[in-house]
């Protein structure tokens, strides 16, 4: 298990100096992402912020001040995609991180050397942090999950196997996308509540979800399960993820088997994926009301209900085209925190794979929608205009019940706790353009 260690001390600082104020990235985060130099014809390849910097792993990797398990690490990071580093398993990546923590301390003796591998943020263009074989999206906030059920099934709106199993469906990894997507308003049949047939044309109920995104680390055969005690080895890191979603499209299409075209034509990420480790003192305790079912003995372990869950907070802001035109800022729709979660990261894999499931690495598993107990704390515009009976206020005096073609959508997400650094995720944004019709 991956606990608290030396790369997470509070008074740790970096020669990078901008990392020790105000950063989402100080030397006790360290996430990953895949760069390279804006407008260069170069090849992508892993990359670990540092305050307003990244330190190029593959440049870092040919100055050989590494042996043994990091420098093979920052081998398999040298690549144009993180799937390999990742599927490296837990030990490599902590053994990389420490190496990493060292080498980037205000008193390291590589400094001279490393200063050379630095890029600034602003001169550097993301690239997908890996390939995503499959991509599967959970519902693990139980408020969100019962808000939307009971817009779309009043008099039943939690199905009983919601407390036993995560729930969960298979995605479409082929249209995610990294921050600074822009995509068309999707196009689909829809049928209004009062229409006698169904119509085809622009979505007309256009949402966003604000989620975590799991990615998978270390590889699983087909028919080889995960025990709970062991599912975190298997996940490498967490991202920000907006699953976008056409409501209309939804509500029509999605009995008996689940959402489908209202979910395919975009998501994205943020770029900067957030390592299991990095995030070890932001763990918290993972429980059920007494009156719940308690989870099954495969999905439960001592260390999933002391440390499960993850004590992350939320984010989510709206700009529309009039806010950018008037240089207006951006504003605040909601906030959560992933500790909200019904079911924790190791259940989620435990379960995915107990069936025999193979995970591969760079798999992505997305959380479901973080709306939490209150309603200011809702995860979607659905939840926040009540399936879109109530618009919400925006402070420049537009109102929104779902979302407008030039509307940008952007989430952040940090970690903070007494006695802990503050870490941060960057943000992921992402732009709705005219429906081609
Ligand atoms: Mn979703």
């Known amino acids: 298990m991956l606990m608290i260690n030396e790369t997470h001390d509070v008074n740790l600082t970096s020669w990078v100096t901008s990392a020790n104020s105000k950063s989402d990235f100080p030397i006790q985060n360290l996430p990953f992402a895949i760069v390279k130099r804006k407008g260069q014809k170069e090849a992508f390849r892993g990359g670990v912020a540092i305050g307003d910097q990244v330190i190029d792993l593959a440049a870092v990797a040919k100055l050989k001040l590494f042996s043994g398990v990091p420098q093979e690490a920052l081998e398999a990071a040298s690549q144009s995609t993180l799937n390999d580093l990742m599927d490296l398993g837990d030990e490599a990546n902590s053994a990389l991180r420490l190496a990493l923590s060292k080498a980037l301390r205000a008193d390291s003796p590589l400094q001279t050397a490393l200063a050379p591998t630095l890029i600034s943020q602003g001169d550097i263009e993301f690239g997908m942090p890996c390939q995503i074989g499959d991509y599967t999206d959970f519902y693990t906030s139980i408020y969100h999950a019962t808000a939307v059920g009971k ?117 994205t990420i943020s ?54 035109e008037n240089q207006q800022t951006m504003a605040q729709l909601s906030q959560s925190n992933f500790k909200y979660s019904y079911w924790t990261p190791a259940q989620l894999i435990t379960h995915h794979a107990s069936n025999g499931c193979a995970m591969r690495s760079g798999d992505l598993l997305g959380s479901g929608t973080q709306s939490g107990p209150t309603d200011e704390e809702a995860g979607s515009l659905l939840e926040l205009s009540k399936g879109g009976k109530t618009p919400v206020d925006l402070p420049n005096g537009e109102k929104r019940t779902f979302l407008e073609d030039g509307d940008s959508i952007i989430m952040r997400a940090s970690c903070s706790k007494q006695g802990a650094a503050r870490i941060g995720f960057g943000e992921v944004e992402a732009t709705i353009l005219p429906a081609i019709v």
Not at 194 to 219: N, T, W
Not at 244 to 264: C, H, M, N, T, V
Not at 278 to 296: G, H, I, K, N, V
């Open 151 to 267: 817009l779309f099934r009043p008099d039943n709106p939690l199905l009983p196997n919601y407390k036993w199993i995560p729930i969960g469906y298979h995605g479409r990894s082929s249209t995610i996308g990294i921050s600074g997507q822009q995509f068309h308003r999707p196009v689909g049949q829809t049928k209004a509540p009062d229409a006698l047939e169904p119509s085809f044309g622009p979505c007309k109920r256009l949402d966003y979800e604000l989620e975590m995104g799991l990615f998978v680390g270390k590889s699983t055969q087909m028919g080889e399960i995960i025990k709970i005690e062991n599912a975190e080895q298997h996940l490498f890191g967490v991202c920000i993820f907006n699953d976008w979603s056409a409501r209309d499209i939804q509500a029509w299409e999605y009995q008996p088997l689940g959402p489908f075209l209202a979910k395919s034509f975009a998501s």
């Open 271 to 324: 770029p900067w994926i957030v390592t299991m480790e990095a995030l070890a003192p932001y763990r918290s305790e993972f429980t059920r009301p007494e009156t719940d079912p308690q989870t099954m003995s495969h999905l439960t372990s001592e260390h999933n209900s002391r440390y499960g869950g993850l004590d992350i907070d939320l984010s989510c802001f709206i700009q529309t085209k009039t806010m950018r």
